[in-house]
T-cell receptor, first 114, second 109 residues
Framework: DAGITQSPRYKITETGRQVTLMCHQT?????MFWYRQDLGHGLRLIYY???????DKGEVPDGYVVSRSKTENFPLTLESATRSQTSVYFC?????????????FGDGTRLSIL | RKEVEQDPGPFNVPEGATVAFNCTYS??????FFWYRQDCRKEPKLLMS???SGNEDGRFTAQLNRASQYISLLIRDSKLSDSATYLC??????????FGKGTRLHILP
């Protein structure tokens, strides 16, 4: 049971570069989510997807792009990375979007923008 | 009132003691509630769902108080391995799920 996997685990890049974080789940969950976690802010939702080809903005979407061409994959792209995007990024999935369905998280990607 | 609010702690508790902490939420229409634990630099992991009638899983008891709009987590006979940050999660409205910022718990030997 592979569950949900994120890659890479660690990434260092420079300001202005494009970076893509990968997320893959094997449960066939409908919903997938991207969060960032920073000290003092807790988990903040960047984007989520209810199904393939359906994506919606979360709390902090600026500077990020997502796609969901296949149910199992939900990549997150930083089009032009900025230092403020240095963070820990978590992908999560759930069977449905809301009631009584918990989210399950990947191991996280630790991203540093220099 | 914040959508979901937790005491950040830290709670420093001797091993074997009982500890409890609450999480308040603002939307009275919220329908689903969860507790997660997060270890340092790790992903959040589901600890337990919170049901209207309250529920127990081993040493852990979760309760919901709709009238006062809070959920609680009680840990009995605390272990060193219980040291973590505990996040409450509330279905705020429709499909919007809100994570609290967490309560840090340190179990002291």
């Amino acid at each position: 049971d592979a569950g949900i996997t994120q890659s890479p685990r660690y990434k260092i890049t420079e300001t202005g570069r494009q970076v893509t974080l990968m997320c893959h789940q094997t449960w066939s969950h409908s919903y997938m989510f991207w969060y960032r976690q920073d000290l003092g802010h807790g988990l903040r939702l960047i984007y989520y997807s209810a199904a393939a080809d359906i994506t919606d903005k979360g709390e902090v979407p600026d500077g990020y792009v997502v796609s969901r061409s296949k149910t199992e994959n939900f990549p997150l792209t930083l089009e032009s990375a900025t230092r403020s995007q240095t963070s820990v990024y978590f992908c999560a999935s759930s069977e449905s979007g809301g009631n009584n369905q918990p989210q399950h998280f990947g191991d996280g990607t630790r991203l540093s923008i220099l | 009132r914040k959508e979901v609010e937790q005491d950040p702690g830290p709670f420093n508790v001797p091993e074997g003691a009982t500890v409890a902490f609450n999480c308040t939420y603002s939307n009275s229409a919220s329908q689903s509630f969860f507790w997660y634990r997060q270890d340092c630099r790790k992903e959040p992991k589901l600890l337990m769902s919170v049901y209207s009638s309250g529920n127990e899983d081993g040493r852990f008891t979760a309760q919901l108080n709709r009238a006062s709009q809070y959920i609680s987590l009680l840990i009995r006979d605390s272990k060193l391995s219980d040291s973590a940050t505990y996040l409450c999660v509330v279905n705020h409205r429709d499909d919007k799920i809100i994570f609290g910022k967490g309560t840090r718990l340190h179990i002291l030997p």
